[in-house]
């Protein structure tokens, strides 16, 4: 019967039989130790003078799996280490099998390596206790959206990948031999979860986007994971913000609560939501940038990097939070389907979230009239025929509705402050790289 | 404040405002009766004769998106309907509100249409009680076998969908034009769901796959969501085959306490799961369907469908269970990463899940030793070098392990008995059809 590593401490006196891999040897002559790794965590294994595990344990090196039956011990008063896992105890080997050999590992799993080395080493570098924590953490993330929405009364549903036509005509878009045809890779669920509206009423979808942007970024990825939810019978675009930030208060307060330890090993403060997550228009956070931070800012379409780091640090210091709204993006600058404020129409009722400097969020209301939106589609030069499927979902009555996207890697990556976003996809895509670099 | 029409009968007398589409309109001359729908259902309201809504509501059509003031009167007891939602109450309208027209509906919402039609007018026919309730049981599905597998341990991880290369090289696949190179559709997150056992030990993906098989029979799709899991420390098949009964079981529970309407509504009896799952080899199976239907089976390499309907039949008789394991495929016919039996190399450790006469998943042990994977990637002719990254999984120490697939379309298929895994694609691809057919 396997024991955990993480139940060791509970069997002090027993013997237990543990499986996992060699992380550390230290070969001291007479003793040999070892640190085991398992799922659940770390613990220190001593081979004693006179051992007959000696033999086995001498052949093995990191990364070997093995089944180890050992007794628990507690260490010695001076050993102890209180704020280590197992820090107060030690496993006395006493048999060792090997369930699997391993060659020799190309680097200290825990050495500080470059990005490219990290990517090229994958299989191996995953395993390393910061990467698992990053993708522990992502897992989280996930699961508390869809919790969250669920308890708001949203559905699930599986948006497509494939999708007939470049739709919005925006974002560069990879193109998919499809049988005798051409079809393309989705660069958002969005109409889909338009539909969804349609039936469900509040739906969501946590869906694989691709964009061909011939960007390399630390923020962009070829392959990313989108969340997105959509909403009917709003007012406007408050009322998709209001449920924005209720999943994003349950992500942070849940991902705190489950990974205290990571973000403290990561030395990242937890993120801070304050007592609401304050709004400004793009041009009051314009406003306050010159005030604040000097230089231009009123007059541009959208926030600059560099504008959104200035936002973020002026409503953590004022407003303790690490997440600002900008509201009312230029109409033009923003997709066809994006409703305009009644008040003044070169304004649209979109808005971004951006947390830590970066924009993890896009959304707004969407237009849910057909003749509008019909015409707003000929104003933009898109031919309404590619859109017939789309447009079913107005044609047949559509309220005012809502919705937006949240970049699960541009969350997962500022969470934590990783310096690149592909450290925050499992198996990052980009234009050099699949797996391994792209070479022909 | 809005009232979901599921809490009308908590408001008997009362004044409310609900929002939703008309369902049907019946104009009686004195009376207008509508049907109204939302989110949570439906209720009848009546415009009496004088009422200030009247000529609005003369106005309206099926599908208008309406806002409806209105007062909730119980029904005379004559006119009750103690089976159906709100057959006891009638909304007596006040005002009506128009928020977005429609456009004549192309046939009656639950006319019996067929199968092209119904996906020529998605955005509309999604709509329809029976179709939405395909996916109100998928989105169950698949949050349960998340949680169930939570529940068990496994962390979630997400899977890419553009892979390097056509891996495993037997399903037909999918090219993209990837910047100035060639990539891939996944057909499977095999490769990475097992590198993440180096990491997790046990993981779990619900990922997109992609088949550009020339088929069009009821069973296929050319985009997919699979459910996926992997574990480590495996003994043999029989453990994953454990891990994935829990699932089901669960899968089954949840679902038939939260949809026992739906069951209900579709005629479907609820999906039986016995003490035990039964367990037969090819071999037993094949001769079980000889000694108990006749004609030929044994000697055959894998299951005809005929022949997955009678063990089903079988299993139903015998053990009162849906479902029923099959395991020991030839092991040539299994992938090249499957484990031979050590007792007879010619089987593998493999297995698939039949329920009700269609195999929903497949797994099975996989080779965790180095070596041994690549002589048997040599054997089949398969080009190590372009393993290199998969590979390092296994070069660094991997341990017994073993996972499986479930096909989340195909069992929603099978819960509900629907003639046609389209059905249970909320937006189905197929040689012939993206959304709109394909034409050029």
């Known amino acids: 019967m396997r024991t955990y590593i993480k139940d060791l401490e509970l069997k002090k006196g027993e013997e237990v039989i543990i499986k996992g891999w060699i992380d550390i040897r230290r070969d001291q002559g007479k003793l040999i130790f070892f640190d085991f790794r398992d799922m659940t965590g770390k613990v220190q294994g001593v081979v004693l003078p006179g051992s007959l595990a000696k033999e086995t344990a001498e052949k093995t090196r990191p990364e070997w799996v093995v089944e180890v039956k050992g007794k628990v011990n507690e260490r010695p ?5 209180a704020d280590k896992q197992n820090g107060n105890i030690e496993l006395e080997i006493l048999e060792v099998t090997i369930l699997s050999q391993a060659q020799e590992v190309p680097f200290d799993m825990d050495a500080e390596i470059n990005l490219e080395t990290h990517f090229d080493y994958l299989p191996f570098t995953l395993r390393s206790e910061k990467t698992k924590d990053v993708f522990k953490l992502q897992a989280t993330i996930v699961e508390e959206y869809r919790e969250s929405l669920r308890r708001q009364n949203f559905t699930e549903f599986q948006a497509p990948a494939m999708v007939g036509g470049d739709a919005e005509g925006g974002a560069a878009v990879f193109k998919v031999e499809y049988f005798d045809h051409k ?45 997105d939810f959509e909403m009917g019978f709003i007012k406007d675009h408050l009322d998709v913000m209001a449920v924005l930030e209720n999943v994003i208060r349950d992500v942070v307060n849940i991902s705190v609560e489950k990974h205290k330890d990571i973000f403290e090993k990561n030395a990242v403060p937890f993120p801070k ?87 993890i969020n896009s959304g707004s209301q969407r237009i849910h009239d057909y003749n509008e939106l019909i015409a707003k589609m000929k104003s933009r030069g898109l031919d309404e025929k590619k859109f017939s499927f789309y447009l079913q979902a107005f044609k047949y009555g559509m309220p005012p509705h809502g919705g937006c996207s949240t970049g699960l890697e541009r969350l997962t990556m500022k969470m934590l402050n990783l310096p690149n976003v592909r450290y925050a996809s499992a198996f990052p895509r980009d234009m050099n790289r699949i797996d391994n670099l792209l070479s022909e």
Do not use: W
């Open 273 to 359: 939501v304050g007592k609401k997550f304050p709004i400004f228009t793009l041009l009051e956070a314009q406003e306050i940038i010159e005030k604040e931070f000097g230089g231009k800012a009123v007059g541009e379409l959208d926030m600059e990097p560099e504008h959104e780091r200035q936002i973020c640090e002026y409503a953590l210091r004022e407003f303790d939070c690490d997440f600002v709204f900008i509201t009312h993006f230029p109409t033009k600058k923003r997709a066809f389907y994006s409703y305009a404020d009644e008040t003044n129409p070169e304004l649209s009722k979109s808005f971004d979230l951006i947390f830590r400097g970066l924009e």
């Open 77 to 81: 008063e001076k050993n102890r280490q």
């Open 183 to 227: 079809a393309f890779l989705a660069t958002s669920p969005q109409f889909y979860k338009q539909i969804m509206v349609g039936a469900f009423e509040k739906a969501f979808t946590v869906a694989k986007i691709f964009r061909a942007e011939k960007s390399m970024t630390t923020r962009h990825l070829s392959e990313l994971t989108q969340m």
